[in-house]
């Protein structure tokens, strides 16, 4: 079983920047594509970013241009560097290792945009 912990979550004024972290706890972690979602409130959970194992990033587009994904396989750990944030991206964020049908999930952090 793949533990996944997330950190970096917090309040934030609109305009400002956050990075949350995730580490994995698995010896293969350059096996999985890892991800990024987000459940806005009252609203379903949403894809915000994927890095895939040979790096390759996909975004959602009303996250293009200001979120940035990234792994380090050395750490075990992924990242979402997010700026110019705004007030609907306020979000739990979870992270999720992906490999075939096998999914892990991270208890999530919190991240709110207000001023």
């Known amino acids: 079983q793949v533990q996944l912990v997330e950190s970096g979550g917090g309040l934030v004024q609109p305009g400002g920047s956050l990075r949350l972290s995730c580490a994995a706890s698995?010896?293969?972690?350059?096996?999985?594509?890892m991800g990024w979602y987000r459940r806005p409130p009252r609203t379903e959970r949403e894809l915000v970013a994927t890095?895939?194992?040979?790096?390759?990033?996909t975004y959602a587009d009303s996250v293009k241009g200001r979120f940035t994904i990234s792994r380090d396989n050395a750490k075990n750990t992924v990242y979402l560097e997010m700026n110019s944030l705004q007030f609907q991206d306020t979000a739990i964020y979870y992270c999720?290792?992906?490999?075939?049908?096998?999914?892990?999930w991270g208890q999530g952090t919190q991240v709110t945009v207000s001023s």
């Open positions: 999720n290792a992906r490999r075939t049908i096998i999914n892990h």
């Open positions: 698995t010896t293969v972690f350059n096996t999985y594509t």
């Open positions: 890095v895939t194992t040979g790096g390759t990033t």
